[in-house]
């Protein structure tokens, strides 16, 4: 069979969402913001919410989300976009809100936001991007960095006497009152990107619900931090980040 | 029955990060010689015969370059 | 005849934000301005027009949360004393360099650092030039009644989304805790959802329609020409809202030898240094700017011709004053009066230094 025949509009099983906007992303080569901001823009897609659907963008490589997926976005000055989803969404409780944020932004300067949004139970959505480090200023130590894990930051290796241990703050999310659904995924091969797409998609209906705040992390990499190249950076990933941040439901109600 | 399937790449968009090519399952992808204006070498076709569309390329895919047809034969 | 109401001017805040149709207010309790927000959840505004009011975690949260209810288009507010405020700057200026419109109130306690909870007018500088980071401004009103509290809530938003940028009503210790009778107003309903997409949707988000693009609220510009363009824009703004916005009152100026120039609740304060100085045969009169950005350049620059003197009074170490020597310019002599720290001065004892200063 010749592949002019099999390359028909009719054949198409899988293609770019057209909630994707044209512009090329400004991520590096296999990094894993990418794969997330596809499979919302799907999900979104899928439930045909794009006008309902307010994305709050943090500070870091993904203040740019706003370039990339076609809906209505606020960009959060660095940690806050959990307090203006708080206001989005009980101000217009009709809309689905849900916040995109790095482990600095998350995790470090924005640690208070989180906690009581979440502990609020506040009917939005977080994805959390942890990929161990800090991204767009050039591969500083994030809360979340491994032990030993090199850093421009922590050249010799993460020591807990120097630089305090690392942040499994989706453990403690997970704890608050105020959350339904917590989770930790990843986007590394096929079926995790699958898992994941069904998590946000989950979040998403969970937050029409009144059930509270839906937590979604998802494990991810940064090969120009780590400075290990796509394919292996995944694998490293499986080594290195998943033992101390394992997969999985950690909570769902 | 079989599935018999084919991609067709934004090479202007690929970046070459070839996580793709590690997830196909047939061997069907791989990184061109060739490089595009970025000066990426992108992804192609390089086993025509083996791609039965099963889609995996295109879901890693960071950058959305992949579309996937596929037909049952 | 209106209804008037005893009330505390913080509470006149919280009343003139239910009846002028604000959508949402957000703060984090702090003295002297407590009230507003004890007001506001006694009233349970959220069960008669839908007002969300939310006690958030900090200053920091509540005023990113005004940015995330003004992103939206609603009428959003947070009130909070001066160190509280000093939290919020980085916020205050994310919206400015969003052009978004929002109302924060400042009771002003004494400062710096976590300083006193008495009165104080030590954050002219930090209200009028800007107080976060960046080229920007913050239209300034300064209340110097309960009554002024009340009316400027409503006035604050309309300045707001007339120019798209924050508002702050500059108050202090005294007028937020004084008790004084208040006429209400008649009441506005919250804006609909119709209303708020004509007036808003061409940059709100509020939702992606089909027929306009996607809407982005970011103070974000990466290329230095970009950031330089916009930056230029807010100047134009802030120029248009300096020939439109000034207001000022004046107390027996008409035949004025010598002026004060005072706000807030030192204006009030100063009608009785007046008396006793034309009991004492000297012709003094007051200026008493009531926006502080724009600041009532020309109406001073009006009186220095008539003037022998000029005395800024204010409750801090001298702040407003370098505005009226800029205005001033050499012309007429310069000076200042004031108290720190909380002290409120009496009339007799400004009265005291202002005749020192013409001898």
Known sequence: MDIKDIIKPENKVYGRTPLLKDAILHYCPGCSHGVVHKIIAEVIEEMGIQDKTIGISPVGCSVFAYNYIDIDWQQAAHGRAPALATATKRLMPDKYVFTYQGDGDLASIGTAEIMHACNRGENIVVIFINNAIYGMTGGQMAPTTLLGQVTATTPYGRKAELNGYPLKITELIAQLEGTCYVTRQSVQNPGAVRKTKKAIQKAFENSMMKKGTSFVEVVSTCNSGWKIPPVQANKWMEDNMFPFYPLGDMKDR | MALKGAIVVDTEKCKGCGVCVANCPTNTIALSKEVNSKGYNYLYMANLDNCTGCTNCATVCPDAVITVYRVKI | MAEKILMKGNEAIAYAAINCGCDGYFGYPITPQSEVMETLMKEKPWESTGMVVLQAESETASINMVYGGACCGKKVMTSSSSPGISLMCEGISYLAGSELPCLVVNVMRGGPGLGTIQPSQGDYFQATKGG???????????????????????????????????????????????????????SKPRRTEAEIR????????????????????????????????????????????????VRYSTYKCEDADHLIVAFGCMSRICENVVEIARENGIKLGILRPITLFPYPKDALNALVPQLKSIMSVELNAGQMVEDIKLVADGRVPVSFYGRQGGVVPSPEEIYDAFVKTIK
Request: net charge negative.
């Open chain 3, 198 to 245: 004509e007036l808003c949707s061409s940059w709100a988000t509020i939702g992606k329609t089909a027929d306009r693009p996607a809407n982005t609220i970011t103070s974000l510009a990466l290329q230095a020409d970009v950031q330089e363009r916009f930056n230029i824009k807010l100047q134009k703004k802030y120029a248009e809202v300096e020939a439109n916005e």
């Open chain 3, 132 to 186: 976060g980071h960046g080229d920007y401004r913050t239209i300034v009103l300064a209340p110097a009644s309960a009554q002024d509290m009340y009316d400027f809530v409503d006035l604050a938003f309309e300045l707001a989304f007339k120019y798209r940028n924050p508002v702050m009503i500059l108050g202090d210790g005294v007028i937020g805790q004084m008790m004084e009778k208040v006429e209400l107003r008649p």
